[in-house]
Antibody, heavy 117, light 112 residues
Framework: EVQLVESGGGLIQPGGSLRLSCAASGLTVSRSYMSWVRQAPGKGLEWVSVIYSGGSTYYGDFVKGRFTISRDNSKNTLSLQMNNLRAEDTAVYYC????????????WGKGTPVTVS | QSALTQPASVSGSPGQSITISCTGTSSDVGGYTYVSWYQQHPGKAPKLVIFEVSNRPSGVSNRFSGSKSGSTASLTISGLQGEDEADYYC????????????FGGGTKLTVL
């Protein structure tokens, strides 16, 4: 069974840092396009970042150099390092496989909540 | 770059059909066939129901269909059922030099 499990969320003060992880099973992170998508309370989905199978990375405009997406091939995990967190970063963060790299997100984790307060 | 534009809400009675629109620009919806639709029930992760404008993943009911005209994509759900009540989001690949994917603001579907 293909599965993604996020962890690392929690309560953090403004200006603080947090590292989210996404453990994959049934798929190989290094051979996939993997994205982070977030959803603020009561709001819609917002794309955060993607790492291509070749290693290229892209970020939403709001990130402004504060977040870094990466992967650990030996552990088959995806990570999102978030620095200088702001109240507006409060959201549930989902990792997802983007099959083919063109917004076809066919596998999602259950999400991990991040509260900046 | 702004999100794709969706109506905030739509409603329909069981058995009826509804259509949700998703309007973008020539840099995203209008320029590519990479439009997807997601269904999200409260407290759950999104679920892919349509990809590449009109394709259904395995296991998704054929009551869900997608189309596109110019810079507007549409999701149609026929034979509405109570379980279809959820939020629906469109997404599109974008040619922006920095972005990768744009999402719509979401549409709340109410089954009356």
């Amino acid at each position: 069974e293909v599965q993604l499990v996020e962890s690392g969320g929690g309560l953090i003060q403004p200006g603080g840092s947090l590292r989210l992880s996404c453990a994959a099973s049934g798929l190989t992170v290094s051979r996939s396009y993997m994205s982070w998508v977030r959803q603020a309370p009561g709001k819609g989905l917002e794309w955060v970042s993607v790492i291509y199978s070749g290693g290229s990375t892209y970020y939403g405009d709001f990130v402004k150099g504060r977040f870094t997406i990466s992967r650990d091939n030996s552990k088959n995990t995806l990570s999102l390092q978030m620095n200088n967190l702001r109240a507006e970063d409060t959201a549930v963060y989902y990792c997802a496989r983007d099959d083919g790299g063109y917004s076809k997100m066919d596998v999602w984790g259950k999400g991990t909540p991040v509260t900046v307060s | 770059q702004s999100a794709l534009t969706q109506p905030a809400s739509v409603s329909g009675s069981p058995g009826q059909s509804i259509t949700i629109s998703c309007t973008g620009t020539s840099s995203d919806v209008g320029g590519y066939t990479y439009v997807s639709w997601y269904q999200q029930h409260p407290g759950k992760a999104p679920k892919l129901v349509i990809f590449e404008v009109s394709n259904r993943p395995s296991g998704v009911s054929n009551r869900f269909s997608g189309s596109k005209s110019g810079s507007t994509a549409s999701l149609t759900i026929s034979g509405l059922q109570g379980e279809d009540e959820a939020d629906y989001y469109c997404s599109s690949y974008t040619s922006s030099s920095t972005l990768h994917v744009l999402f719509g603001g979401g549409t709340k579907l109410t089954v009356l």
